[in-house]
C-alpha cells in the first residue's frame, strides 16, 4: 500500500488557506475603501450573537494551524497574545502562523500518526488523541470552520469573494 | 518515515462529519418544534443573498463527500438527483452518502495519492489535479465549507449547537 507522510497530510492544507485568507482580507480591504467605511466594521461581525466575532475566528483560525503543526511534530507551540486591533493586524497574524507552520521540518512528523496528543480544556479533563485522529478529526475540521466562518462573515458584509477564493488558485 | 494511507486520511473525516450533521439535523428537528414552525423553514435560508441555500449546502457536501471517494478509489461516482424538498429528505441524503463513503474497500485507495483526477467544470477546461492535492486542496475545504456553512444557518436560525456539535463526541 502506498501512503502519504503526516507532514504532507498537514502542512500544505494549512499553508495554502492561510494565504487564501490573507487574499480575503486584501479583498474586504478594497471593499471597505469603495464603499467608504472603516476596516474595523469587520472587527466585531458576528454570525449569530452567539457565536466569536471576526476577530476570534482569526485567532482561533492561527491557533488551530500552529497548534496542530507543532503538537504533531513535538515543536514548542508559539504563543501569539490575541492582541490584533486591527485587520492590518490580523493580516499579520496569519503570516506569522503560515511562516511558522512552513518552518518545521518535515522530518520531525516522522511517528506522528500514533503520537498521543493531549489538548487542555477549560473545563474539564484534558482530550487525548493519537495523532492521525487529532490532525483529522479535530485540528482539520476546527481550522476549516473558523476559516470559513472568515469567509462567511465577510461574504455577509458583501465583500465580493466567491468559491474560487476560498479554495485559492 | 512513516506514514498513513489515502484511505486513513479521507474516510473517516468525511464519515466523521457527515454523522454530525446527521446530529444538527436532528436538533434543528427538535429546535422548530420547541418554537412552532416549519422545518421546511430551514430549507432556504441563506447567509447572504448571493449565497446558496441551506438545501444546496447539504447536496454539495455530500458531493463533495461521495465524489472524492468514488475519484480517489476509482469507483463510479453515484448519481444523486437533488430532490429533497424536507428535512427528513437532506437526512436521508446524509445518511446515503455517508454509506457509500464506508462502502469502498481500504484497497481500493492504493496508489491515489498521485491518480490523475479530473474534475469538469460548467465553464472553462476541467481541473486537473494529483490525487493527494486534490484531497487536501479541493475535496476536503470544499467539503467543510459546506457543513460549516450547514452548521452556520442553523446557529443563525437559533439552533443549540456548539462547537462539540460540529466536531462531534
Same mark, same amino acid.
Given at each position: 500500500m502506498t501512503t502519504i507522510s503526516m507532514h504532507a497530510a498537514s502542512v500544505p492544507a &494549512?499553508?495554502?488557506?492561510l494565504?487564501?485568507?490573507l487574499n480575503? %482580507?486584501?479583498a474586504a480591504k478594497a471593499h471597505a475603501e469603495a464603499k467608504k467605511f472603516s476596516t474595523d466594521v469587520? %472587527?466585531?461581525l458576528r454570525l449569530a450573537p452567539d457565536m466569536l466575532p471576526f476577530t476570534k475566528q482569526i485567532q482561533i483560525a492561527s491557533d488551530a494551524a500552529k497548534g496542530c503543526v507543532a503538537r504533531l511534530a513535538g515543536q514548542e507551540n508559539p504563543s501569539y497574545p490575541d492582541n490584533e486591533a486591527s485587520l492590518d493586524e490580523l493580516a499579520e497574524r496569519i503570516r506569522k502562523t503560515?511562516? &511558522?507552520v %512552513?518552518?518545521?521540518p518535515a522530518a520531525a512528523f516522522d511517528g506522528s500518526e500514533t503520537r498521543e496528543i493531549t489538548i487542555p480544556r477549560r473545563s474539564g479533563d484534558p482530550l487525548k488523541f493519537e495523532g492521525l485522529a487529532y490532525l483529522q478529526h &479535530?485540528? %482539520?475540521p476546527n481550522f476549516y470552520f473558523h476559516a470559513t466562518t472568515t469567509y462567511a462573515l465577510l461574504r455577509h458584509a458583501g465583500v465580493p469573494l466567491g468559491k474560487s477564493d476560498y479554495l485559492g488558485a
Open positions: &494549512f499553508a495554502r488557506m494565504g487564501n485568507m480575503w %482580507l486584501e469587520y %472587527l466585531t503560515r511562516d &511558522f %512552513l518552518s518545521i &479535530f485540528a %482539520l
